[in-house]
């Protein structure tokens, strides 16, 4: 195991870099933040049109959420592989087409946890709000999404989690992510796969836990800062199980 | 100051509003009672549009309110509304809740919303409480807050939704008291309330409703002592001696 680490621990972390493209665990770090960076924006805009007022903007992204909602991320990554370039006409490199996949997907979902969020923010506080003159705009910035969003937490910590899991199916369509890169490994050394896949997993797991912990930190500092914790709302719960599961 | 015209309502097949016909005047403090499901809190909740109508005319101030194209964002901020279940905002602290609009709305600067929200908390006995979060507040302190969360604005007519509902009996003294305030300066309120001590003893007319309609207009003195309509004779007689009636 030590010759194992020590032969291709360079290669795992960066890949071919700097003779060759970026690879690895660099590569699978960049990807799984570069994701999530444009993807929450993208889903709170998804969830905020979902619950928005205007029925031409509410039905199509509703549409578009109950199609990526209803297939498999393999397919979302298979449409931007394939389908994209050929409706586009342009062709995008893996690492591209992997981060549109991931954005696309994960966007749709964190839209749900948006909404769900939103919705879980009684009534009336949207209704004071408007009776005091604000705006949907300004009653969805000032009022309901500083709620939604504390209580959205522990959903999109986990939404985040499954991100940096999902770009491993990078390997598919010839990404050099740190699965990808394991294989290539595992085949050059052949003798400790058990070995090998062992450690891509601790790395992932590592990965993951981190980021667990992180906000699990800042869930506490809210606390001490003595803001009022949000009612559990089912949808919190149901997260909760599903992580602990 | 308000008037509506032959105004009618429906949750889709239930009829909520049955040709309402009514003038409330500046400087009148109106309450509305009758049975739960009469339709009062939908009928003062139309009156800044958290409930649309089907037909009729509503004006405030002479201006059709329901109209298409009005700029509600402008009419709400001149009509303070307060709820059964006060609504403040958790995530903002007392000072916060009364600047937010002001600000937000009405273009104030901080500085000058601030010396105004703590002049209103002064006045509904809070000034003490300004940096608490609503959550450490008592039922009644956080009515007072949206009490004065709702005046920061200078809203020329004030609605209440069932302020004193939801509050523990001990507490619903220090609200009235505080709305009482608000009739002593002249302001005109339309109360839909229980407390039928402050109908008696505030109120300038009281209006009962039953099944979305509205049965009787009377001043607290002759609708308490000489109720007209046999419904509201039956309301009154069922409040004072809730256990008269045989189940």
């Known amino acids: ?122 009534r009336g506080q949207y209704e004071a709000a408007r009776a005091l003159g604000l705006g949907h705009g300004r009653a969805m910035r000032r009022v309901i999404l500083p709620q939604a969003l504390r209580s959205m937490l522990p959903s999109l ?33 052949f003798v400790h796969p058990t070995m090998v896949y062992l450690l891509l997993s601790l790395m992932y797991f590592i990965l993951c836990f981190g980021l667990s912990r992180v906000a699990l930190m800042i869930e506490r500092r809210q606390a001490r800062r003595g803001l009022p914790r949000p009612a559990r709302s089912p949808g919190s719960l149901t997260a909760t199980a599903a992580a602990n599961a | 100051m308000i008037q509506f015209n032959q105004v009618n309502k429906w949750y889709g097949e239930y009829h909520a509003l049955v ?9 009148e403090v109106v309450v509305v009672c009758g049975p739960s499901g009469s339709g009062k809190s939908t009928l003062i909740r139309t009156i800044n549009r958290l409930e649309a109508i089907e037909s009729g005319t509503i004006t405030f101030d002479g201006e059709d309110i329901h109209r298409p194209g009005i700029d509600l964002n402008r009419l709400r901020s001149r009509i303070g509304f307060v709820f059964q279940q006060f609504n403040l905002f958790p995530h903002l602290t007392v000072l916060q809740n009364c600047t937010l609009a002001p600000v937000e709305v009405g273009g104030a600067r901080p500085a000058q919303a601030h010396d105004k929200a703590m002049a209103l908390l002064e006045r509904v006995g809070l000034a003490h409480k300004a940096n608490a979060w609503p959550s450490e507040l008592s039922g009644g302190q956080q009515q ?48 839909v309330t229980h407390e039928m001590g402050f109908a008696r003893d505030v109120a300038h007319r009281v209006l009962f409703m039953d099944q979305g309609r509205i049965l009787e207009r009377a001043e607290p003195h002759a609708f308490f002592n000489h109720p007209q309509h046999p419904r509201a004779q039956q309301f009154l007689a069922d409040i004072r001696t809730p256990f008269a009636r045989p189940a």
């Open chain 1, 1 to 122: 195991m030590i010759d194992l680490v020590r032969d291709y621990w360079v290669y795992f972390l960066i890949g071919q870099y700097p003779n060759g493209p970026l690879g690895g665990l660099a590569l699978t770090v960049l990807l799984a933040s570069l994701g999530l960076v444009l993807a929450l924006p993208f889903g709170l805009l998804l969830g905020l049109a979902r619950v928005s007022p205007w029925r031409w903007l509410r039905w199509p992204v509703t549409l578009v959420a109950f199609a990526v909602r209803g297939t498999p991320l393999l397919m979302v990554v298979f449409w931007a592989y394939f389908f994209l370039p050929s409706v586009t006409g342009v062709k995008t490199d893996q690492f591209s087409t992997m981060l549109i996949a991931l954005v696309i997907f994960d966007g749709v979902y964190l839209g749900e946890i948006v909404r769900a969020g939103i919705q879980g923010v009684p």
């Open chain 2, 144 to 191: 007072r807050v949206a009490i004065a969360r709702a005046l920061a604005m200078e809203p020329p007519l004030m609605l209440f939704d069932e302020p004193t509902s939801a509050l523990d009996p001990e507490m619903v003294g220090e609200v009235l008291l505080v709305m009482q305030g608000l009739v002593r300066d002249g302001m005109t309120l339309v109360v």
């Open chain 1, 157 to 189: 910590v986990n939404q985040f989690v499954s991100t940096i899991k999902a770009t491993s199916l990078g390997y598919i369509i010839g990404l050099t992510e740190a699965s990808f890169i394991a294989t290539q490994i595992n085949s050059q050394v």
């Open chain 2, 19 to 27: 040709d309402i016909d009514e003038t409330i005047a500046k400087g």
